[in-house]
């Protein structure tokens, strides 16, 4: 089984991270498709939330400022550990 | 910007609250308890849990409010999917070997491997709302460990909410709520290489989980393990995808979804994630390339020329 962390770096095929920037009053935006908070799925239980339904986010996207330089992870995803 | 670190469910837990002040600084606090209480009533590997219980005996009456809404969650999971994210994959798991907590487990077990056989159905899975009764036939046990991860996130992120902006990582589970600081950075691991990332992506809120077969990993009989049951077999998913990252409404939602791009492969599993606006998702398969969703460009961060 071939085991990806094997793989040549050349192999991989680089996903395109192009942005959509959109110039908004002259300053730079990015356009985010932002989920819906979870504050809005209905959740009435502090202890366990209910399985969400997935409806597309209503409205317009949020532009939010786009960091000029890259920042820092807060956290990493990852399969579970 | 307070952050508490712990182990909880099985994982290394970390949470980050956007706020000051003592309230604050308790309610953090207070995490560690929160989802204690919460792993020792979902756990499988714990004999004493309200979970082990139920699948040892095949049923149990006046469950707790945490381990029926786990497992309506858990369901739901199941029916939203067509019973390919089922919680009646225990039995399967342990046959493959999983049958303890990871830190304990032998990883080159010599034991022979059954034959291969679909799972039982979710909806074989009795319950009665007004005795919060629950009963499995035999043979059928539960484990509830993806969706209460997610969910629990979810929940706990609600927990800190009064306090303010907050962010609860379950394992690389991740839930989080706007922040007037902007979007959350968050890697995603790339596993081909050591401290290796893929992407890093901007969040406002809602979940991002990551399901794989790089991690969680063992062999039986000669032949590799993973955590990730296939219910259609019982046995450990064979598709292409080899990790599988999901942005969703909720974490829940993207450990859900993510679960699935793994059990049904890059063109099914992305096909279904192109027909779902609220997800986005990016895929490392098995030979190494990585592939992104449509939607998935929207949140990475790329530099401003």
Known sequence: MADPRNAASSARLLVSVAALATTL?????????????VEALGVDTPLLAPLPTLEP????????????????????????? | MLSVEFKTMGCQARAFLDATGAR???????????????????????????????NACGMADSVDDVLWEAIDVALRAAASTNGLVTPTILPALEAAGY????????????????????VPSWQA????????????????????????KGSCADAAVLH??????????????????RSSRGPWPIAVEDTRAAQGVLELVLLCEGGIATSGRDFRRWRRSGRD?????????GAPSRTDVWTATVIAPSALAAEIASKRLLLEGRS?????????????????????????????RQFAWKEVA
């Open chain 2, 268 to 296: 099914q599993g992305l096909a279904w994630i192109e027909g779902k606006p609220e997800l986005a998702a990016l895929v490392v398969t098995e030979a190494g390339i990585v592939l992104g969703s449509s939607r998935f």
């Open chain 1, 25 to 37: 009053g002259g300053s730079l935006a990015l356009a985010i498709c932002a989920p819906q908070p």
């Open chain 2, 125 to 148: 899975v009795e319950r009665e709302e007004a005795t919060r009764s629950v009963r499995l036939p035999p043979g059928l046990k539960l484990d509830l460990g993806g969706t209460a």
């Open chain 2, 99 to 118: 049958d303890r907590s990871f830190d304990a487990l032998d990883r080159d077990q010599a034991a022979s491997l059954p034959p291969e056989r679909a």
């Open chain 2, 24 to 54: 604050a600084q308790a309610a953090l606090a207070e995490l560690p308890a929160w989802f204690a209480v919460r792993a020792g009533i979902l756990s499988r590997f714990d004999p004493d849990s309200a979970l082990s219980k139920l």
């Open chain 2, 225 to 233: 393990q993973h955590h990730v049951i296939d219910p259609a077999t």
């Open chain 2, 160 to 177: 800190l909410a009064p306090f303010g902006p907050a962010l609860v990582d379950l394992g690389g589970d991740i839930a989080l709520s």
């Open chain 1, 57 to 81: 986010v209503s409205g317009q996207p949020e532009p939010i400022e786009v960091p000029a330089r890259r920042p820092n992870p807060i956290a990493v995803t990852r399969s579970s550990r």
